[in-house]
């Protein structure tokens, strides 16, 4: 069983508040899309700028890591030098005091024989 009540109501009224408050409600979900469509938009020109932004630092970076292997190619060259010319070193000194000494040497006997020579012909 069902009971009908009818009450009077300016159906016309409610209808007008109706359609303007949907209009309103729809004008709103307009504004809200726009404004999300705008987000939307400076979120991918964002997300280009940055994947932009890292190809260039990817790029960058493997520029970065090709010099740092370049030097540390030269650094380990300059540092075989480095020990060549260190063991050259060493062994220019090597000679060089064996030719002081056996300089020196000459040089003394060279003194001996002199000295015998003026002492030869001081006694003439």
Do not use: W, Y
């Amino acid at each position: 069983m069902f009971l009908i009540i009818e009450l009077p109501i300016a159906s016309a009224s409610v209808t007008a508040k109706m359609t303007n408050s949907t209009s309103n409600d729809n004008q709103e979900i307009r504004a809200l899309l726009a404004e999300l469509a705008q987000r939307q938009l400076n979120t991918e020109n964002s997300i280009q700028e940055t994947q932009e932004q890292i190809q260039e630092t990817q790029e960058q970076l493997r520029e970065l890591s090709s010099e740092v292997t370049r030097v540390l190619a030269r650094s380990a060259i300059l540092d075989d030098v480095l020990l060549e010319f260190r063991d050259s070193h060493e062994l220019m000194q090597r000679n060089f005091n064996e030719h002081q000494r056996t300089t020196n040497a000459a040089l003394q006997s060279l003194e001996a024989i002199l000295l015998q020579l003026i002492r030869m012909l001081g006694r003439e």
